[in-house]
């Protein structure tokens, strides 16, 4: 049972690993497109561009994080202190996550995208803006 725990505990680690790589690599590259950006200082959509790449990958890394917790938690620490604990720390990281959404979506997650974001998913979803159309339709 001793090895059971013990591969548990490094499967948390592990996640809890991968959560933090996605958080820097995420920031990595964020930064990397920002500075790329034409003009990137007097532009303020490269500038917003940066912020929800970084909030983005904030928020898959603070799940990876949050899964790796709950493992070792659960099933390798097992007392009811690191429960206490565990409740407060997922508690803190669920509201940054939710700051965090309303932050990179501009909207509560329970509403529809505001209407000038959903004409740009529209257009992304490759619709002509004046006919409503594919391209090639």
Do not use: C
Not at 82 to 87: E, F, G, K, N, R
């Amino acid at each position: 049972m001793n090895w059971f725990l013990q591969l548990i505990d490094t499967v948390a680690l592990i996640i809890e690993g991968l959560g933090v790589m996605i958080i820097v690599a995420g920031f990595a590259m964020a930064t990397r497109r920002f500075l790329q950006h034409r003009n990137f200082y007097e532009s303020r959509h490269a500038y917003l561009e940066y912020r929800h790449g970084i909030g983005r990958s904030i928020l898959l890394g603070l799940d990876f994080l949050i899964a790796g917790d709950l493992i070792k938690t659960v099933i390798v620490l097992n007392s009811g202190e690191s429960v206490v604990t565990l409740a407060a720390v997922v508690l803190i990281r669920a509201f940054l996550g939710f700051t965090l959404h309303v932050e990179v979506e501009g909207h509560w997650p329970w509403q529809p995208p505001h209407p000038a974001q959903r004409r740009r998913n529209h257009l992304d979803n490759g619709h002509d803006e004046e006919q409503g159309n594919r391209p090639g339709d």
